[in-house]
């Protein structure tokens, strides 16, 4: 086991190298350039501009850029906003807090929702809660965020004043946004926790627990559904970055103060340092989820604690 989590490990080291040169080079074939951000390049002499650009060190070659971003980045160091000099990851640290609650609390809707209903609409087949799961499914598949979240702002801010319309202060201001993002990703849980549950249930050794005498709830509750977890487990693990790439929006939408603002204000800004950091760092915790899942199977299923 210890071997598999190394292995597991080391692979997701890999990732998060090959990520980070990925971000490098896209954002240095992105056209425009950062000093056209920093000063009027159109009343500036040439000479200040050179200079510029040499401080930022754009002027050197393509290689001698990338080595000296994986050092910086060795030295904990995501560089520095053109806009204002700001370090990219104290920026990152300062706002990072209020989307992770917005990702916490969207991920707990998700799961409980969307199991929930995927259990019961399986074991209720045919029945009006199945139709009631797949439609929460149906909708949290097709509908868009900006219009869900439009659609809850209106509802139970405008309309019935519940919630406050925006702000990143207090637990009042997370409902509505962790509600818009949760029910997407429980639509995508429903439908795989649903479909997992019935192939379990028509498994021998569902027929065997039956025969055995021990009651239904039981054979739904304690054996088949940790048996069909392991799909949405998997789910879970591929919606955390959806959710990541989601508070982009969201947090554009009700107007908090988190890292999916700060990309959202620094594309429109140019600021390509803190376009870099921000996507480098979301990817971070999407490896690191994804490996926290990856080891859950584990703990879930005693089958792959044997094959490993």
């Known amino acids: 086991m210890l071997k598999a989590v190394t292995g597991r490990i080391l692979s997701s080291l890999l990732v998060i190298v090959g990520s980070s040169a990925l971000v490098f080079v896209i954002m240095y074939l992105l056209p425009g350039d950062p000093v056209a951000s920093m000063i009027d390049v159109s009343n500036a002499s040439p000479e200040t501009i050179a200079n510029l650009r040499h401080q930022l060190g754009i002027d050197r070659p393509f290689l001698l850029q990338l080595a000296d971003y994986f050092g910086k980045l060795l030295r904990g160091d995501f560089g520095q906003s053109v806009l204002n000099s700001e370090p990219v990851l104290p920026k990152i640290a300062k706002h990072f807090p209020a989307t992770l609650a917005l990702a916490a609390c969207s991920a707990a809707v998700s799961i409980i929702v969307g199991v929930l ?74 439908r795989m926790v649903r479909n997992s549950m019935l192939e379990v249930i028509g498994d021998a050794f569902v027929v065997t627990l039956r025969a055995k005498g021990l009651s239904e709830r039981a054979v739904m509750y304690r054996h088949a559904l940790r048996n069909a977890l392991i799909p949405a487990v998997t789910m879970i693990g591929v ?19 988190g890292i999916g603002r ?47």
């Open 239 to 257: 919606l955390a970055g959806e959710m990541l790439a989601g508070t982009v929006v969201i947090e554009t939408v009700f107007s908090r103060q």
């Open 117 to 190: 209903l995927g259990v019961l609409s399986a074991i209720h087949r045919n029945k009006p809660i199945d139709l009631i799961a797949r439609i929460v499914g149906l909708l949290g598949i097709s509908m868009p965020a900006f219009w869900t979240g439009i659609l809850l702002l209106l509802i139970f801010s405008i309309r019935l004043g519940w919630f406050p319309a925006m702000g990143s202060h207090g637990w009042r201001t997370l409902v509505l946004p962790a509600l818009t993002l949760g029910l997407i990703g429980a639509g995508f849980i429903v």
């Open 262 to 308: 700060i990309i959202a204000d620094a594309i429109m800004a140019k600021d390509l340092p803190v376009v870099q950091g921000v996507i480098l760092f979301s990817s971070l915790v999407y490896v690191v989820v994804n490996l926290l899942v990856d080891l859950s199977y584990a703990v879930i299923d005693p089958r792959v604690r044997r094959s490993a």
